[in-house]
């Protein structure tokens, strides 16, 4: 069975910093992993998507790495900003069971 | 492009009453849809996953005679919480598969937060 975990749970940081969360999971049988933003009581943004025979991808301020061999996905968030603070999911697609898979979660929050 | 529309966002229901939660694909077509459970803080959990004209597939856990899902067209997917119990006051949150280039991604509705009282 497909576990995906977050680490850390929750982040606080000062304007400015660099972040990386992490994103393992167990299986590495996956097609592709997406990370999404989630602000409170919304639903999910895609922020990157990552296919399997991808090392990484790269959005502005934001750039998701791929080791699929090893289990293990970073987000990387440069120079944060207040209106970066959200939780961040990372998600694993298992291509034969048509699933979308989650990942605990990083709740993040930025302050002035 | 690739948007969900969901609805409605927020909706409070007395307990033994029936609530429809309605997920739209506004520019795409799509074939399959994903219904998840979110709990404070915590991450979503796959609740069925329904495609277009056949019956829903449940994951295991999940009640299928309480939580009725139809996929009638390719633009909709309608979630039914019948005779809703305060247990039942959740987040949920549709889901939509596109195939787009280079391949599949996934695009969320908003999101319905369901209070039984």
């Known amino acids: 069975k497909q576990e995906v975990t977050q680490i850390p749970a929750a982040l606080s940081v000062p304007e400015g910093e660099n972040l990386v969360l992490n994103c393992s999971f167990t299986?590495?049988?996956?097609?592709?992993l997406q990370w999404f933003r989630q602000d409170p009581g919304k639903g999910l943004t895609s922020l990157l998507l990552?296919?399997?025979?991808?090392r990484e991808q790269t959005s502005g301020r934001l750039n998701a790495s791929l080791d699929k061999s090893s289990g293990r996905s970073t987000l990387y968030i440069a120079a944060s900003q207040p209106g970066d603070s959200a939780t961040y999911l990372c998600?694993?697609?298992?291509?034969?069971?048509?699933?979308?898979?989650f990942g605990t979660g990083t709740r993040l929050q930025v302050f002035p | 492009g690739a948007v969900v529309s969901q609805h409605p966002s927020w909706v409070i229901c007395k307990s033994g009453t029936s609530v429809k939660i309605e997920c739209r694909s506004l520019?795409?077509?799509?074939?399959?849809m994903f219904w998840y459970r979110q709990f404070p803080k915590q991450s979503l959990m796959l609740m069925a996953t329904?495609?277009?004209?056949?019956?829903?597939?449940?994951e295991q856990g999940v009640e299928k005679d309480k939580f009725l899902i139809n996929h009638a067209s390719l633009t909709l997917s309608t979630l039914t919480v019948t005779s809703a119990h305060p247990e039942d006051s959740s987040f949920y949150i549709c889901?939509?598969?596109?195939?787009?280039?280079?391949?599949?991604?996934?695009?969320f509705g908003s999101g319905t937060r369901l209070t039984v009282v």
């Open positions: 889901s939509a598969r596109w195939v787009g280039q280079p391949s599949y991604g996934y695009t």
């Open positions: 299986d590495s049988a996956i097609y592709n």
């Open positions: 990552i296919q399997s025979s991808q």
């Open positions: 998600a694993v697609y298992i291509y034969n069971t048509d699933k979308l898979i």
């Open positions: 520019d795409f077509q799509a074939t399959t």
């Open positions: 329904s495609n277009e004209g056949s019956k829903a597939t449940y």
